[in-house]
């Protein structure tokens, strides 16, 4: 790692400036704006003397009303559910048509590849996006025990030739490509495809419009990803997201004054910002002990873990090295970056439309309802289980990572008929008061006390809250 630990100690003192603590006062201004501009003055984040930042009340909640919805800051849909579900790459809102939804699955599941891997394309040029990758052994089997369709029915499906009983009550916006032509990100919008372009994916990008360093060295990046921790693919957009903010803040700081040709370090820490409120450990030292590693190998474990976000670092700087921002590519602040994510990012969940259109099919009247199925039992019969797939990743969200455990909670994250994104929404267990802390669990809160404290251990901290002591006199 020699030449990543150089690296570090070039720029040693930007990477200390980068992990260093926001004042408070602009801490607090940051997070103002954020409530501000998602229109959930209900809450403000304030810190107290023991758990740091936390999410408290400043006006009443009733049981299951709205507290936050958030937006992503940085997020990735799981390479192996890209073959079931064709999303938007930045809102994450299911695009197409439930004909498309439907034909891609089983297009996909007919090859032996659903559920499990990215498959190789269809006739869509959507579906071209679609690449192999993982082994032969995890995706092998899968499709020897459904109902086969013929090939012609699967691609009328795909190809708009076939429209399905009713499935224009449940309408989804076209799949538009990528701006930049890697045809491997999709969007429901041209503003989705313009804020997703510069926000990261200029950068990340693998089509000829790319801005990225080489193209090659971004496929070699996100194919290792694929195969080892896409945790990896969600690091590099905060980088890309960090780069592409500071050359806006750069330009549009040129133009206010007088020409500047080396980096500016403020604007760096500027740019950063974003990223810089998540509480951070290096991912190797805050990883959990996997079940099937002895306590006695930790150290070998831990020192694998890091030798493997090296190597995703040395890929990616290939890729897309600024050398004005080469504070970014240390380790340290990788390290940091991912294991941000592996202490305070969200499942991203979004409800399949697909679900909802069996279901409607199935609650038609009597008369209606076997005229229907006429059609689409057969579908059905061939998706099998997996006709409810949702769409998965995971993200960062900025204010929901400021809200605290509690085994107790008074809070969940849950998505309700309305919310078709990926934004998190956390909504009240029960009635909250003004002044009280907003609190989700991190875990399954019914698990046993010594359980619980094992798990929330992976996070740096022991629980305190009211059950916890309860169960703790007991023990």
């Known amino acids: 790692m020699d030449s990543v630990c150089k690296n570090d100690e070039n720029s040693s003192a930007d990477v200390a400036a980068l992990l260093a603590p926001l004042p408070a006062l602009q801490l607090q201004e940051y997070f103002q704006k954020l409530i501000n501009s998602r229109g959930c003055n209900g809450i403000e984040v304030k810190h107290n003397g023991t758990t740091g930042k936390g999410v408290y009340a400043n006006s009443e909640f009733q049981e299951d009303e709205l507290i936050l919805k958030d937006q992503i800051l940085v997020g990735i849909q799981h390479s192996s559910n890209k073959v079931d579900c064709l999303v938007c790459s930045f809102c994450f809102r299911f695009v197409g048509s439930i004909e498309k939804q439907i034909g891609r699955k089983l297009f996909f599941k007919n090859l032996g590849l659903s559920g499990c891997c990215v498959g190789d394309s269809s006739e869509s040029e959507e579906d071209k996006s679609v690449k192999y990758i993982g082994n032969e052994e995890q995706c092998g089997g899968s499709s020897s025990s459904h109902h086969t369709l013929p090939e012609g029915v699967v691609s009328s499906l795909m190809n708009g030739e076939m429209a399905l009983p009713h499935a224009d009550k449940f309408p989804l916006p076209s799949p538009l490509s990528c701006p930049g032509g890697c ?14 372009w510069e926000s990261s994916h200029s950068l990340l990008c693998t089509g000829e419009r790319s801005a990225s360093i080489s193209r090659e060295a971004l496929g070699e990046f996100i194919k290792h990803a694929n195969e080892t921790n896409d945790i990896f693919i969600l690091a590099a957009k905060a980088i890309a ?3 592409l903010r500071y050359r806006k803040l750069k330009a549009e700081h040129v133009n206010k004054k007088a020409k500047q040709s080396g980096p500016n370090h403020s604007l760096l820490l500027e740019a950063w910002k974003p990223v810089s409120i ?8 805050c990883i959990a002990l996997p079940e099937d590693v002895d306590i006695s190998d930790e150290g070998a474990f831990r020192m694998q873990i890091k030798n493997l ?3 995703s670092l040395e ?7 600024d050398k004005e921002c080469e504070a970014l590519f240390s380790l340290e602040i990788y390290g940091n970056i991912i294991g941000m994510f592996e202490l305070n990012n969200l499942d991203l969940v979004v409800a399949s439309p697909v679900e909802d259109y069996f279901l409607y099919i199935d609650d038609l009247p009597d008369a209606d309802k076997e005229k229907a199925e006429e059609i689409t039992r057969p579908f059905l019969d061939a998706l099998g289980d997996e006709f409810s797939d949702f769409c998965q990743g995971t993200a960062f969200f900025p ?7 509690s085994c107790c909670p008074n809070a969940k994250a849950f998505k309700r008929e309305e919310d078709r994104d990926g934004q998190a929404v956390i909504l009240a267990l029960r009635s909250i008061s003004k002044n009280e802390e907003v609190t989700i669990s991190y875990i399954d809160e019914e698990l046993p006390y010594k359980e619980r404290q094992a798990l ?8 305190k809250c009211s059950k916890c002591l309860d169960d703790s006199s007991s023990v």
Do not use: P, V
Not at 183 to 196: G, K, L, T
Not at 278 to 285: N, Q
Not at 456 to 463: K, P, R, V
């Open 456 to 463: 929330l251990a992976d996070y740096g901290f022991s629980c």
């Open 183 to 196: 045809q491997e990100a999709f969007y429901c919008s041209e503003s989705c495809a313009e804020a997703d």
């Open 278 to 285: 998540g509480y951070k450990r290096r991912w190797w030292d």
């Open 309 to 311: 976000a090296f190597t």
């Open 399 to 405: 204010l929901q990572s400021c809200m605290n455990h």
């Open 315 to 321: 890929l990616l700087k290939t890729a897309i090295f």
């Open 241 to 243: 997201f960090t780069i």
